[in-house]
């Protein structure tokens, strides 16, 4: 049997991986309503990606992509937190407040998930998005769905976990993680 590397599999089903330049640029806005059409087709896309994904691979923490993952320079993802609980549509999203108290937990991506990197970020997020019928819409995300949220928000911006770990910290390989399969822990 051959064995295929995490980031293969990923690449195989349609994730664009680490060093493509869109990967590195911040994804263009929709003007809502008007590309309403266009937004609903790449949402649609990135479920399906998603369900490509889910069927290879368990995500106990919940999952997320963003439209530049699958080679699509505009500012939509879609998250889906852990539990079973409905997806989240993020359009055009913008994190307007953060708190001051933070956690550091491991997270993977997609895009290079042959690794895990120990990422601090705040454990409350407010996030201003857009409907698709052009309102504002805004909401606070805590603890696991805040990481969730914050990575794919990161996506949209241009960047990768990396950027957020701390100087002199680096991934650590898939094998060396022994927290697969378990939620992140919050007391």
């Known amino acids: 049997m051959i064995d295929v590397r995490p980031s293969q599999q990923m690449r195989d089903l349609g994730v664009v991986q680490r060093g ?12 809502l309503p008007a590309e309403r059409n266009e937004a609903e087709r790449i949402i649609d896309e990135l479920f399906a990606a ?10 106990a923490k919940g999952m997320g992509i963003a439209a530049p993952q699958i080679g699509i320079g505009r500012a939509v993802a879609v998250v889906l937190p852990a539990a079973d609980a409905p997806a989240i549509v993020l359009l055009n999203p913008k994190i307007t407040d953060r708190s001051d108290e933070t956690d550091e937990q491991y997270e993977g991506c ?13 454990l409350e997020i407010t996030v201003e998005s857009t409907g698709l019928i052009g309102e504002a819409v805004t909401t ?5 769905l805040a990481r969730l949220v914050h990575h794919e928000i990161d996506h949209l911006e241009g960047l990768l976990y990396t950027a957020r770990m701390r100087p ?19 007391e």
């Open 20 to 31: 493509a330049g869109i990967l590195a640029e911040p994804a263009r806005a929709f003007d």
């Open 50 to 59: 998603m369900e490509r994904i889910g069927q290879v691979h368990p995500f």
């Open 110 to 122: 997609l895009s290079f998930f042959d690794v895990r990197g120990h990422v601090p970020r705040p």
């Open 140 to 144: 606070v995300y805590e603890r696991g």
């Open 168 to 186: 002199n910290v680096a991934p650590i390989p898939v094998e060396e993680y022994r927290q697969t399969g378990r939620a992140w822990a919050y």
